[in-house]
């Protein structure tokens, strides 16, 4: 069974730095693209990053520039979002998803499936 599961996320303070992971099981994860989304309740959800399958292109939203960067480690099936200077409106629930193709895309419908998401709390 395909499926992604995401760790890593807490509360940090403001400023702070945070290393989200993204594991891959029961599917090709060379083959595509990740993305990560995040989704505070009540909104919709929001593009951060994305990488493509090689690893060498990737995608940041404006929500992210300049502070959060993506890596992948193709040995250990794994996605990274690397945080830092972390602000309060960061807060909010961060889910992976694997693309549809191998390009990474900004794009929520280009995405097919989602791991359950891991919570992001970012005090002031």
């Known amino acids: 069974e395909a499926q992604l599961v995401e760790s890593g996320g807490g509360l940090v303070q403001a400023g702070g730095s945070l290393t989200l992971s993204c594991v891959a099981s029961?599917?090709?994860?060379?083959?595509?693209?990740i993305g990560w989304f995040r989704q505070v309740a009540g909104k919709e959800r929001e593009f951060v990053a994305a990488?493509?399958?090689?690893?060498?292109?990737?995608r940041i939203g404006d929500v992210a520039k300049g502070r959060f960067s993506v890596s992948r480690d193709t040995g250990k099936n794994t996605i990274f979002l690397h945080m830092s200077n972390l602000k309060p409106e960061d807060t909010a629930m961060y889910y992976c998803?694997?693309?549809?193709?191998?390009?990474?895309?900004?794009?929520?419908?280009?995405?097919?499936?989602w791991g359950p998401g891991v919570q992001v709390t970012v005090s002031s």
């Open positions: 998803a694997e693309a549809f193709g191998g390009s990474p895309s900004e794009d929520f419908f280009e995405y097919n499936l």
């Open positions: 029961g599917f090709t994860f060379d083959d595509y693209a």
């Open positions: 990488i493509g399958w090689s690893g060498a292109s990737t």
